[in-house]
């Protein structure tokens, strides 16, 4: 609608940095990880049925591994501090301070005012993916989850599967909220295992056929005491369609391992973020 000005190529012209100095953050500690990871035993399971959803817990200085098991299936994950609802994933910051799709050494942050890293990505089977030609990469921080209010606003149907769904019923059944009150506590998720990105022309999120299969899986040190829930989506591979019931689905396990007490002997707990909350009031 709006003509260009004539200097329209200078303004595109001008050089994109990155919004945050991420070399300023603390380490990861994926080295000490590393180490702990070659010590740890898993001390329980969890199994995600297919169109559904579980929580699980994880102490902190444990690791959790969400592995494909069956066949092609994505995962969209929930985390909480397990003592406090109010500080959950903030998919909207790590996206920020790293990528649209995370993969080993990445941190999964926490919502303010806590800001503080909930899990550190230690192994991920997929990390050969990289960038494919479409612009897509694994493991998406920037989709949402599949919900019935926008399945019902194109569809008009109501469909009780979706992974907000999912995620709601096994957060009512970890805590015994009431559903309205779970619902609330849901939020934007990480997207395991799912094959994502925005179309080259016109920028919109799209997803393929996930590139998982049975005997993959990523893994996560635990930075704090989790409550996390996954549902299983129901659009499976996500090579299709979601939202309903005509995908093959498979179900998702989750892992939770002990390392050795002495790996972590050096190791403490991230700290809350420490900027005073007073707002300049
Ligand atoms: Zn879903």
Redesign the pocket.
């Known amino acids: 609608m709006t003509e260009a000005p004539t200097d329209a190529d200078a303004r595109r012209a001008a050089r994109p940095l990155v919004c945050y100095q991420v070399e300023q953050l603390p380490p990861n500690n994926l080295e000490l990880y590393q180490q702990a990871r070659t010590t740890a035993a898993a001390v329980g399971e969890v199994v995600v049925p297919p169109r559904d959803g579980r929580c699980f817990e994880v102490p902190a200085g444990h690791f959790f591994r969400i592995h494909s098991v069956d066949g092609p299936q ?1 995962g ?1 994950l929930n985390l909480w501090n397990a003592h406090d609802l109010g500080e959950r994933f903030f998919s909207g910051k790590t996206r920020q301070l790293h990528a649209t799709h995370v993969s080993t050494g990445d941190r999964l942050w926490s919502s303010l005012p806590g800001l503080r890293p909930m899990a550190t990505i230690t192994h991920d089977t997929l990390d050969w993916y990289g960038w494919d030609a479409d612009g897509g990469g694994i493991h998406d921080v920037i989709g949402t ?2 919900d019935p209010y926008t399945n019902h606003l194109l569809k008009g149907v109501d469909y009780h599967h ?3 769904s ?1 995620l709601t019923r096994a957060l009512v059944a970890a805590t015994g909220l009431p559903a309205a009150e779970a619902e609330l506590h849901v939020h934007d998720v990480l997207n395991v295992f799912m094959c994502t990105g925005f179309t080259l022309d016109t920028h919109q999120y799209f997803m393929k056929a996930s590139p998982v299969r049975p005997g993959d899986f990523i893994e996560f040190f635990a930075e704090m005491d989790l409550l996390g829930a996954l ?1 299983a ?3 499976g591979d ?1 090579g299709s369609s ?2 309903d019931d005509s995908t093959p689905c498979y179900p998702l396990r989750v892992e939770i391992l002990e390392p050795a007490e002495a790996a972590l002997a050096n190791w403490t707990p991230p700290p809350r973020s420490g900027y005073s909350r007073s707002h300049g009031l």
């Open positions: 994505v969209d989850r599949c979706c992974c907000h999912n549902s989506c129901p659009g996500c979601h939202s």
